[in-house]
């Protein structure tokens, strides 16, 4: 899956530009709105974190071309996600590898931050291939 491939390089990327700027500051931030929705359990909230933690990875990493292309793939995926994320366990998985991933860029250990992430893409697209067609519209 290209998602997989762009948003787990971009992960990689990120982890070594985790200690330029202000990107540790504000990965910290995000990792503790997310924590703070986590425990409202407010899904449309979580949605909207769960965006702005994969567009800092993909903003993190520098690269221009994982930021043009990562935007491309989001579009198609942000109608898909609110039925995902209405499912408190869907919710809590996906908080419980955000926070494996997170960990792993501010370790700097790229490669580990890159395969937690593909894991995380890929189960969320096993997630998405279980729904009925329907779902998706046209």
Not at 2 to 23: F, P, S, W
Request: aromatic fraction near 8%.
């Amino acid at each position: 899956d290209v998602r997989e491939v762009i948003e787990g390089l971009a992960c990689r990327l990120a982890a070594q530009n985790i200690d330029d700027g202000t990107n540790r500051q504000e990965l910290e931030s995000i990792r503790k709105e997310m924590r703070a929705v986590r425990a409202d359990d407010d899904p449309m909230t979580y949605m909207a974190n769960n965006k702005r933690l994969h567009v800092f990875i993909v903003a993190c990493s520098r690269n221009p071309w994982v930021a043009k292309f990562g935007e491309q793939l989001w579009l198609s995926l942000f109608r898909v996600q609110f039925n995902r994320f209405v499912h408190r366990p869907a919710r809590n998985l996906s908080m419980e590898q955000h926070e494996q991933i997170i960990a792993a860029i501010l370790a700097g250990k790229g490669r580990e931050a890159e395969r937690l992430m593909r894991s995380h893409i890929r189960g969320a697209r096993k997630f998405i291939e279980e729904f009925p067609s329907d779902w998706l519209g046209d």
